[in-house]
């Protein structure tokens, strides 16, 4: 568990050249593209490395001898968070500048790093941090850190004139909420789930949507009313609403489960980014929920990363 006590800056470091230690100075100025002067600055996703004083001890016990701030090549050294517990979006607050944690661990650099060489193994692969810059400023020892987790909300829609009306029970929509526990809690985020259940209302529909856009959700899904009935309007609900269409996954399990099953071929569903908002928009019954969700959530992290301009290859 990621600890609650007082978190804050015990050393601020620097290095200009990849793969050595770094040295504590006074402060570090945080820009755009990272630590100012530092070796490991630029526009990419580890513009900044972090690691705790909590990692340190534990290898000292291994290497049998004191570790200097900046000897794993970490940018900041925190004390009071176990930073390896934290997630890929989550933020630090650090005086004036706001980090954004985008990656946790890195491939290890083998004998081109100078604290492998010594000890044959580094805590900075394991345990350290990166993150990039979203507001810069200046960082320096004894500045407080404030965690912020990513929150990520989820609107799930189940569309159904008879479940709505009470005549059985809604199973497609717990489906997707089951799923979707099961996605975040093994990336280590935290979420919040939003259920309606409503007729096939195209209005309601597009009243949902627009919810989820305005305020910012970062996921909706929707199940049913992807066939071609008279009362299956949500593809083109979601179609007028959606900017950025992303079609592959949609066909790709349409045509996968539809090689023995033709009549899964007939779904409509469909995929996209609607403002900032993932949307997805799916058949009604349970077993194809089943069979949707089982893929989109293998693309899942990737499209956030995505997203959100992460380049994790």
Known sequence: MISKAKIRVVSVNISEK??????PVPLIELTHTGVLSDAHAGSWHRMVSLLGTESFRKFELEAKREVQYGE?????????????????????????????????????HGKGCAIYNEVGNCVMPKEGIFARVLKGGTVKADDTVEYLPKIFKVMVIT?????????????????????????????????????????????IFESLLLKARSEDYDMVFSTGGTGVGPRDNSPEVAKKLIDKE???IMEAIRMKFGAEKPNAL????????????????LPGSV????????????????????????DIH
Request: aromatic share 8%; glycine share 10%; proline share 4%.
């Open 18 to 23: 990849k793969g050595t230690v770094k040295k």
């Open 72 to 108: 794993f090549a970490e940018n900041i050294t925190t004390e009071g968070i176990i930073l390896y517990e934290t997630a890929p979006l989550d933020k630090l607050l650090i005086g004036e500048t706001e980090l954004e944690i985008t990656q946790i661990g890195k491939k290890c």
């Open 159 to 203: 569309l159904s004139d008879r479940a709505s009306r009470g005549e059985y029970e809604d199973l497609s929509g717990p489906e997707i909420v089951s799923h979707m526990q099961q996605f975040f809690l093994s990336n280590k985020w935290k979420f919040e789930i939003d259920k309606q259940l409503i007729p096939d209302d195209p209005e």
């Open 246 to 248: 992303i079609p592959g």
């Open 266 to 281: 007939l779904s409509r569903g469909v995929a996209g980014l609607m403002g900032n908002t993932l949307t997805y928009v």
């Open 287 to 310: 077993k194809a929920i089943k069979e949707y969700m089982g893929e989109i959530t293998i693309t899942l992290r990737h499209l956030i990363f995505m997203q959100k301009g992460i």
